[in-house]
């Protein structure tokens, strides 16, 4: 996703009120008050008034219409007014744009209604041009296209090729290309402040040919998750310094997500890397599962409680080898066997488990027990003579 700015305009700062027109019902109002005004629905035109209020909250592109150019006393916008655009209205929706902000924001008036504006609108467009409900999205489209189309820099529009040749150039050569291009035909603050490029990549699934491609956008479209759509998960923290205590934490992530959501949403929070976390299924003192990072969280089980353990190094050091350790107390069971008992030796885990790393060229058994000691010492009640360890990498 890339920003772009051409360099012939510049966003204004915030003007001063007109002292050639005050709008009818209108008094002197203060800053602070500037703004405080509502949209009068004409029918069911809701969908309309809040596309306006938000490009009316948009700062730069409200300064730059208010704005009065110190040269001409006009406003800023009618110096590079484009009457002759054919793709545009003649300076129609500019102008009724620029006044409804002017009435919204230096009036003094508590609601207007946009009637001029939505005037001009549907004599272009005239899916617009009634009363009824429409999509407020396409309705923004069309204003922001209609407001660029107006103040549009290039009075002509020449004839650009657009193939534009990869032949191993870096990414930013093509999109540097590509937008130079783009502004030949499409240049006004409208394109400063909204747009930018995508890049598509396409691989030839025969002959491994990547075709890159920059394509200019003035909108994303992004879906709001409802909450049917999202799950909470709750984890336990455990952190590398055994003196933290346990921290757990309930998350908000898509259903379709999986443990990678889970630990980005961890390391916003905590600044933990992703790469230093491992997550673990614990059940009865006992690690039973090492979750990959692909594991969708609706396969988890009602009772399943998932833990992160934080390491010092990064799970993908192959100069450390993490291991698994579970408290174990060993005792002897009396089984019954033709009328007689015999003693049965069995480990009951206990306790909290941990998960250590170990350097691979030093990792014996005795460095192995003074590390476990190490940890234990921290942890009350957890120390012990007999482990089990698993590996969960190396060798």
């Known amino acids: 996703l890339r920003r772009t700015s051409s360099e012939t305009l510049e966003s204004s700062t915030e003007p001063s009120p007109p002292e050639h027109h005050v709008p009818r019902g209108a008094e002197a109002t203060t800053a602070s008050k500037g703004g405080l005004c509502g949209l009068n629905n004409l029918g069911n035109t809701c969908f309309m008034n809040s596309a306006l209020q938000c490009l009316s909250n948009t700062e730069p592109l409200r300064s730059y219409f208010l704005a009065n150019d110190p040269v001409t006393g006009r406003k800023r916008f009618e110096t590079v007014l484009n009457t002759k ?153 455990v952190r590398a310094d055994p003196s933290i205590p346990l921290c757990k934490y309930k998350l908000r992530v898509a259903k379709q997500g999986n443990i990678s959501d889970m630990k980005m949403e961890i390391q916003n929070v905590t600044k933990i890397k992703q790469s230093d976390m491992v997550a673990v299924g614990i059940e009865k003192c006992v ?71 170990v350097p691979k060229v030093e990792c014996t058994f005795g460095n192995l027990y003074a590390m476990i000691e190490s940890q234990c010492r921290q942890q009350p009640k957890l120390a012990t003579k007999t482990f089990l360890w698993i590996p969960l990498r190396g060798t």
Not at 87 to 102: C, D, M, N, T, Y
Not at 154 to 173: A, L
């Open 85 to 237: 655009n054919p793709l545009g209205s003649g300076g129609a929706i500019a102008r009724s744009f620029s006044k409804l902000l002017e009435e919204m924001w230096l009036g003094g008036r508590t609601a207007v209604p946009p009637r001029q504006l939505k005037h001009e609108v549907g004599d272009f467009a005239p899916r617009f041009s009634g009363y009824g409900q429409q999509d407020s999205q396409e309705l923004l489209a069309f204003l922001l296209d209609g407001l660029h189309e107006d103040i549009n820099l290039v009075q002509t529009k020449p004839y650009v090729d657009m193939d534009i040749k990869n032949d191993g150039r870096s990414d930013k050569d093509i999109a540097d290309e590509t937008w130079k291009k783009y502004l030949m035909r499409n240049k006004s603050f409208i394109v400063d402040l909204f747009q930018g490029q995508y890049r598509s990549t396409v691989t030839c699934p025969l002959c491994n040919t990547v075709s890159k491609t920059f394509d200019p956008f003035m909108y994303l479209s992004l879906s709001i998750p409802t909450s049917s759509e999202m799950l909470v998960v709750s984890i336990t923290l």
């Open 287 to 357: 690690i039973e599962r090492i979750y990959d990072d692909a594991f969708v969280l609706t396969d988890l089980g009602d009772k399943d409680e998932v833990y992160i353990y934080e390491l010092s190094h990064s799970i993908d050091n192959s100069n450390y080898i993490v291991v698994t350790v579970q408290h174990c107390e060993e005792r002897i069971i009396p089984v019954k066997y033709s009328y007689k008992e015999y003693p049965k030796q069995e480990m009951i885990p206990f306790g909290f488990p941990l998960v250590i790393e």
